[in-house]
């Protein structure tokens, strides 16, 4: 079973900050594409923003400029250093690592208030 384990959600002010962090076993973080989803209620989970192992990231229109992911390969660990945050942002933001299989952290909820 492989585990992500993630940390770093909360509560926070609209127009405020916040890390996730997301650990991964080395053999998956090494190869894998690491990214970040979100669901809020009702809707969707919705990818956020993912990293590739050679460094390339994509984000979503709706978090660009305001997001940056980032792995510490050193650490396992990716990143998503959150800016600029909007009541719209609020969701469980759950870790993936994908590539020949698909992995899932247990999620972490962000609440931003308005």
């Known amino acids: 079973q492989v585990q992500l384990v993630e940390s770093g959600g909360g509560l926070v002010q609209f127009g405020g900050s916040l890390r996730l962090s997301c650990a991964a076993p080395?053999?998956?973080?090494?190869?894998?594409?690491m990214g970040w989803y979100r669901q809020a209620p009702g809707k969707q989970r919705e990818l956020v923003a993912s990293?590739?192992?050679?460094?390339?990231?994509n984000y979503a229109d709706s978090v660009k400029g305001r997001f940056t992911i980032s792995r510490d390969n050193a650490k396992n660990t990716v990143y998503l250093q959150m800016n600029s945050l909007k009541p719209e942002d609020t969701a469980v933001y759950y870790c993936n690592a994908r590539l020949t299989m698909t992995f899932w952290g247990q999620g972490t909820q962000v609440f931003v208030s308005s």
């Open positions: 080395k053999n998956i973080f090494r190869i894998y594409v």
């Open positions: 990293i590739t192992s050679g460094g390339t990231t």
